[in-house]
């Protein structure tokens, strides 16, 4: 079993910066699961946002996000970064974590980012 906390959320305004973190616990290692981020906004599905693989090398990303998101992991906390620049109120949504092998079967509650216009 594994346990994914988000942290970092909370109200920014546009054109500004977050730093959302995920710490799993569970497991002695995860390098080997992927992880990922996704988002919901209000009366949206969830949508995927970006993934790391391996010791970071493999990293993907939603054309929304792309050139202003950067996913990266330090595998000696078992910890996952989502750093969000150039923020535009379209990001506001609840921002999950997750993991697994092949599948994410493994989800964090969530936390909420806002961005103000």
């Known amino acids: 079993q594994v346990q994914l906390v988000e942290s970092g959320g909370g109200l920014v305004q546009a054109g500004g910066s977050l730093r959302l973190s995920c710490a799993a616990s569970g497991r002695s290692t995860l390098s080997s699961y992927a992880m990922g981020w996704f988002r919901q906004a209000p009366g949206k599905e969830r949508e995927f946002v970006a993934s790391?693989?391996?010791?970071?090398?493999?990293?993907n990303y939603a054309d929304s996000v792309k050139g202003r998101f950067t996913i990266s992991r330090d595998s000696a906390k078992n910890t996952v970064y989502l750093q969000m620049n150039s923020l535009k109120p379209e990001d506001t949504a609840v921002y999950y974590c997750?993991?697994?092998?092949?599948?994410?079967?493994?989800w964090g509650q969530g936390t909420q980012v806002t961005v103000s216009s």
């Open positions: 790391i693989r391996g010791s970071g090398a493999y990293t």
């Open positions: 997750a993991s697994g092998i092949g599948t994410y079967n493994y």
